[in-house]
């Protein structure tokens, strides 16, 4: 005899970086158990499988400028099918937490007063130079590593990043969403005193079987990048772990 | 009708932060098929239930200043069983490539020749705070986060850290492993301008039952994480997004 809840509940889960199998177990629990599942573009959409048939599946994806549901209407989603007593999954791509407005989402149930949990995931920015060989940090090489929103157009004179500080580091970057911004991030690097032999790699899809990447560093990279014609999404990695690829590249080798 | 390989392989996987739900499906596989397992300090011995009952399991934890196997003892073990054929599971706390050394025991099996995957994890840098109730990034407050091993003593003046950088960065400071040096970190951003009225977390065993959480400012954490008799392992999180655990405390705040 299971009473049903007056107010549902919201697990905001992180869907992983697109390998289907690299969705945490807490995560699949989760999606067995939903009776609503809000999903993104970067989610992959075979982890919908594990969710019930009778599901309602809601899909709530942003690309580029095209049209799509506001963070409001998200919002508005998420406590109108959780006050109605449905337990809600919204299945964000990568982790929750790391860009991608799930702290907006929390703070949006919590003003709500509609109870949420946090099922973190395994983030892009860290799985996708892996899968294409490369550790983010190295005993020897990067002892700190810095995700960064690619979104913002450095060129932007209000844009909240901080180049001179970033262009200084020896640590890792690492940019998420960077593809359209990739000539002005490269520039600025360059501007701020990065050296252009500096290794850069940019990888598609990274975990998925489309997996593609290619390498160069600050002075041919964006000519490379044209030539192959990527398109988002990327994760866009800037600092010495690059090279390790040569040895490490494990996942784009396999037989 | 199954050919038994003249050699084995190395699975590098993630165990994720703590909580044993927070394992992805992969790496379960991978522990289900493991012949051994070689598993850290930090990973949850919870998680070595998912290994066969005939699995050899070889504890290598590294803790404080004590007695435990030299990285290059680990490397040994870790070609040794597998150039005898067997499938070998290297199951570290939170992701592999996130500090720990994955990237050299990744290294030390590539030039033995040996095959091997990387099995990325939920790090405990993401999770850790997302179960504290703060998101390490978020639009309005943090377009970047960096990671820190908090290992490296800043006042050592061979430090490859660059502490006027992170000082001067409005992003979220994430550092792993800092608890011993707490004192000093707090010191270094203080006298590189960070303001005193910054705030700071430490959480300890983030994400498993036993999280506690000591929540402060650059100017009086010292003060309380010594009054909370605060141990490692710890996550200590610097920035404004840590004002936001207020509203968005879940985990701690379970029923």
Known sequence: MTERRST??????????????????????????????LYDYLANPLLLSHAPESAERVYVGRRGKGKYPAQEEINRLLTDRAQAGK????????DPFVFGRGGEEAEALAAAGIPFEVVPGVTAAVAAPAYAGIPV???TMASTVTFVTGHEDPDKPE????WPRLASSH???VFLMGMKNLRSIVAQLLTEGRPTTTPVAIIRWGTRAAQQTVEGCLADIVDKAEAAKLEPPTVIVVGDVVRLRRQLNWFERRP
């Open 87 to 94: 337990t809600v999954v919204r299945l964000k791509g990568g």
């Open 171 to 173: 640590g890792t970057l």
């Open 137 to 139: 940090t190295h005993r």
């Open 159 to 162: 844009t909240a990043l901080e």
């Open 8 to 37: 549902g509940i919201v697990y905001l889960v992180g869907a992983g970086p697109g390998d289907p199998k690299l969705l945490t177990l807490r995560g699949k629990e989760c999606l067995a158990q939903a009776d609503v599942v």
